[in-house]
């Protein structure tokens, strides 16, 4: 059973969550349950033309009415619900009651404003599950990434950069490929931090410091069933991951990865959560409050989400 939350009842998760489903067919809702408060869910089907059918499983809400949350406009309410529903989905995952999760968008903002102390979902389930170590991974038809450092401010990056985040966002990436994703002997380039690859330590000196002894360490974990390569120049690594040369990029912070993937694969890439007991994945995007409601939002980095969270599940 696939586990889905609503994300922000005002902004556009549960439109493209009911378009998905509408698309799927009898076999998508057999298999899913969503969280989240049944008010908003038949809102969002009635603005397809369409009832919430029969089949389809929604529990986990708040309490929430429509009212409560107009579209387009965060609320309170709609604040504290998008936490409920992520609660719910938890308590259902270690229940064993669901076996996967796909998240619709959460605003940030609004979560912190109702005592959320999580940067996002990533670092909420990490705490919620006790995962030693997890990672965040984006899966596109061009380019997968993995993230060795999340959200996190760019001054932050080379100070929270350690050889042992490159080293278990590199292992837990090339274990999702190998066990997950049916890739075998992946290739994987390490994408440098500076410019250049740190020329030499002329702008920089944390490939020669971190980066490097982490991809001799990985070499030496990995033998043959992984190549890893780098320091990549990071100017060059993501053309050549688009033109085929990497089954698996590791980049050093968000938006050096992000920027990339939201370029070439932008209505097709799926973040998905590495290191859970339970497979997660969600679509690439946010709330956006500014089209919700208007039928301008496109289902389809949801439904991939949904595609991939199936096809992970199924190799487990």
Known sequence: MIGITLGDPSGIGPEIIAATLMAGGADALRRVHVFGDTAVVARAFESLGAQVPAGLTVSGGS???VADVPLGLPTPAGAA?????????VTA???????????APISKLQVASVGFGFPGHTEFLAARFGAERVAMMFVGPTLTVVLATIHLALVEVPEALTGQRIIDATELGVGALRE??????PRVGVVALNPHAGEGGLMGTEERDVI????????????????????VVPDAAFRQGVEGRYDLLVAMYHDQALISVKAVDFDRSVNCTLGLPIVRTSPDHGVAYDIAGQGKARADSFAAALELAVRMTERS
């Open 212 to 231: 490097e002894p982490a991809i001799a360490e990985c070499r030496r974990r990995f033998g043959a069933a992984a190549e890893v390569v780098g320091p």
């Open 81 to 89: 619900a998008q936490v409920a529903y992520l609660e719910a989905a």
């Open 180 to 185: 997950r994703l049916g890739v075998g002997g």
């Open 93 to 103: 995952a270690k229940a064993g009651t669901i076996d996967a999760l796909v998240t």
């Open 63 to 65: 309490g929430v009415g």
